[in-house]
């Protein structure tokens, strides 16, 4: 691959999914969202891409009522999908999840109601997987043991740095309603947080696209696969919609973590590049690149958008 700017290719690609809100027996969740078919829709579209994320880090809600059938479902359909793109899967419990069923089905170990937290290394780059649930309630918590546990694993820094993923984002959102059942104790969070190598934090919960900052670390929240909710709806209420279904990619360079925001969906494509016009500017020499697509009187991107367009 020719390198067409002045940065590298990233050193890890993460695939981040959030939301999934399974139920057993593949029943629409309300009655009218087919969440089986949004996560086949996903995955299917991830691999169509050609990208390979070496791990596939999914924050949480994974099953709407923590339901054994829904949960075992969902393996089936991330797991061989994960197999053939050569990803290693990341399961985080969410407030929807049950960490009986989430433990012994997603994680192959004897089921347990102490919080899932777990530490995976992906070619160097750490991931932890923190349990911010609350048996019982959907708000999020974490409890000063895993705070020391998250503390002593963070004394030794990973070659490239940590991403804590979990499942309630750690800064504020604009949906009022969501601050009921927001992250409690962000502040002692941060205080483990703050001068760590933790270079990024993946969350859900919100099921709408957002960032922000945390402890000096840029947070990210991927929306919901399942459905999402209107940010802009009346001050007040809580308007979830079956469009705008998400993943992001999350690209991870030497000095930067970089997330893009991808829709699922089959939409027409309207405009755009074959790979023979990609194959094409590779040959060239940067300064010819420069010339043939940056310059607004290039007639040779001009040429392909035409040739693209009647496609």
């Known amino acids: 691959m020719v390198q067409l700017g002045q940065h590298a290719p990233p050193v890890h690609v993460i695939a981040h ?11 629409p969740l ?10 086949a829709r996903a995955f299917a579209q991830l691999e169509r891409s050609g990208v390979r994320p070496e791990a596939i880090v999914i924050t949480g809600d994974l099953a709407d009522l923590g339901e054994p059938d829904a949960y075992e479902r969902l393996k089936a359909l991330v797991e061989p999908a994960a197999a053939r793109m050569g990803s290693q899967v990341i399961w985080v419990m969410g407030n929807h999840d049950e960490r ?16 899932q937290d777990r530490v995976y290394d992906v070619g160097g780059l750490r991931i932890i997987a923190l349990d911010s649930t609350v048996p019982g309630y959907h708000h999020g918590d974490l409890v000063p043991e895993q705070l020391d546990w998250l503390r002593a694993e963070l004394a030794t820094p990973a070659p490239h740095g940590t991403l804590l993923a979990l499942h309630h984002p750690p800064i504020p959102s604009p949906v009022e309603l969501m601050a009921i059942i927001e992250l409690d104790h962000q502040a002692e969070l ?6 760590s190598d933790v270079r990024g934090v993946l969350a859900g919960h919100l099921h709408y696209s957002t960032s922000g900052t945390f402890a000096g670390v840029p947070v990210s929240v991927a929306a919901a696969t399942c459905y999402t909710i209107d940010a802009s709806a009346e001050p007040g209420t809580l308007a979830g919609i079956d469009r705008g279904q998400t993943f992001n990619l999350v690209n991870v360079y ?36 420069r ?4 310059s607004k009187t290039s007639t040779f991107s001009l040429a392909e958008v035409e040739r693209s367009g009647r496609g």
């Open 190 to 195: 941060a205080e483990v947080v703050r001068g």
């Open 30 to 39: 309300y009655g009218a969202v087919d969440t089986d078919a949004h996560v």
């Open 254 to 289: 030497a000095d930067q973590v970089v997330h893009a925001i991808v829709p699922i969906s089959d939409a027409p494509r309207v405009s755009g590049f074959s790979g023979a016009f990609l194959e094409a500017l590779a040959r060239m020499s940067a300064e010819e690149r």
């Open 291 to 294: 010339e043939a697509f940056s």
């Open 17 to 27: 999914v959030s939301d999934t809100h399974l139920l057993g027996g593949g029943r």
């Open 100 to 115: 009986g069923p989430f433990a012994s089905i997603l994680l192959g170990e004897e089921a347990s109601g102490a919080p």
